[in-house]
Nanobody, 126 residues
Framework: VQLQASGGGLVQAGGSLRLSCAAS????????IGWFRQAPGKEREGVSC????????YYADSVKGRFTISRDNAKNTVYLQMNSLKPEDTAVYSC????????????????????WGQGTQVTVSS
């Protein structure tokens, strides 16, 4: 099982980044994929997730209206488009996979996820 996040970088406040999460080694289209972030000295936070078929999405209040999650099951990839970035968005962003039924529970809760990938650093300068 592999989840590889990419697309992070350094951007000025107000800018945009697109993160990708490429998955392999499991039944991707049966799994919810979530994005989580962790800033230094802070707990990991659920940012967004998308249902196995892509029809249902969730966002943390802190990113609603600025971030958009999508998935391409043919490519086993999930994307996180991040617009209007703020310095407080600075963190390591990781993607994770959880069995499809978690979408009806509390899908931004990290303990529900089975597989985790390495993160990608996002730094937003003011």
């Amino acid at each position: 099982v592999q989840l590889q996040a990419s697309g992070g970088g350094l951007v000025q406040a107000g800018g945009s980044l697109r993160l990708s999460c490429a998955a392999s080694g499991f039944g991707f289209d049966n799994y919810v994929i979530g994005w989580f972030r962790q800033a230094p000295g802070k707990e990991r936070e659920g940012v967004s997730c998308i249902s196995s078929g892509g029809s249902t999405t969730y966002y943390a209040d802190s990113v609603k209206g600025r971030f958009t999650i999508s998935r391409d099951n043919a490519k086993n990839t999930v994307y996180l488009q991040m617009n209007s970035l703020k310095p407080e968005d600075t963190a390591v962003y990781s993607c994770a996979a959880g069995w499809g039924t978690i979408i009806v529970t509390t899908p931004l809760k990290d303990t529900l996820y089975d597989y985790w990938g390495q993160g990608t650093q996002v730094t937003v300068s003011s």
